[in-house]
């Protein structure tokens, strides 16, 4: 006779068990930031799968300061604390290696392998062994280490520099870019098979202006990060915090350094706290500085130009009305300007108006002939 059990009560202490531990895992992959944004979310918790289920090579892509370099260190910890790594985390920026200096650095190299080498050295590959390695800017190797790299994956077995002696080192690699590696691929400078094996799991992880509603938890991680690292607790005052969080979220934030460059942005402010508040002209001083770091450093035909904010305009507007404010500020009269900047179509037109258009052009932008002339 079979007894069955009745009483749900267990196994749904069972199941709430489970899904408290990989809510866990998945707040561990985010360092603890209670991010919003409904796709990264979902791509933290692939790669959670994956991280547990898989030691199959992992290829991160994503802008300058995005967090490749943190979440792989992530992974690293997570598989670490489950026992399936023995081994360390190693990391390099592949940017950095160049000539023979990128084969030694990775693959080891013998005594007398080269000038210079006047001792046996391991390489990054073998210092992985029982770890992750991490290949940040992946895209940057040369053709040989490509190939290297490429048997090392495979065969977990390679040459160091100068020896004719294989070596063993069993790694899980994760890889980073920015590059568009297909491009690279199809350009003829990244192997159509090494892409091929590190490509089986591939996760976009996108920059800070895709990811607005995350801007405001990740403000509220750097100043605890701020706090732990200095001892400081330092909070923004309710108007400055509106303030910033209200141009963070704005067009007119580029964030071309990403998270990074948020992190350097809330760093300063608190570092400029007094008695541990961030005021409304600590925040002002700071939109400035990242204003001012936006453009580049180099001074614009828009600079100074009433209504005008050049961190809001894209990138073709940005210039095309940099260049024709720069014809406008040099000729003598509107009509004048406007026979420079439309000599080409002017000429297939039975009439022309040349001011008229340049007029309407700069209306566009709210702008006038006599504001250009002031």
Known sequence: MTIIDLDLSRYNDIATRFAQEREETLNFLKSGIATRNPCFNRMIEQIERVAIRSRSPILLNGPTGAGKSLLARRIYELKLARHQFSGPFVEVNCATLRGDTAMSALFGHVKGAFTGAREERAGLLRSADGGMLFLDEVGE??????????????????????????????????????????????????????????????????????????????????????????????????????????FATSPQAAWRGNFRELSASVTRMATLADNGRITVETVDDEIARLRYSWNDHRPSALDGLPGIDATALDLFDRMQLENVVAVCRQAKTLSDAGRQLFNVSRQGKATVNDADRLRKYLARFGLTWDVLQN
């Not at 520099?161 to 899980?172: A, I, K, L, M």
């Not at 976009?204 to 607005?212: I, M, V």
């Open 141 to 246: 190797l040369g053709a040989d280490e490509q190939a290297m790299l490429l048997k090392a994956i495979e065969e977990k077995r390679f040459y160091p520099f100068g020896s004719d002696q294989q070596v063993s080192s069993d790694f899980q690699l994760i890889a980073g870019t920015v590059r568009d590696l297909r491009q690279r691929v199809a350009e003829g400078t990244f192997r159509e098979d090494l892409y091929a094996r590190i490509n089986l799991w591939t996760f976009e992880l996108p920059g800070l202006r895709q990811r607005q509603e995350d801007i405001e938890p990740n403000l509220d991680y750097e100043l605890e990060r701020h706090a732990a690292l200095t001892g400081d607790s330092v909070r923004f005052n309710t108007e400055a915090r509106r303030a910033w969080l209200s």
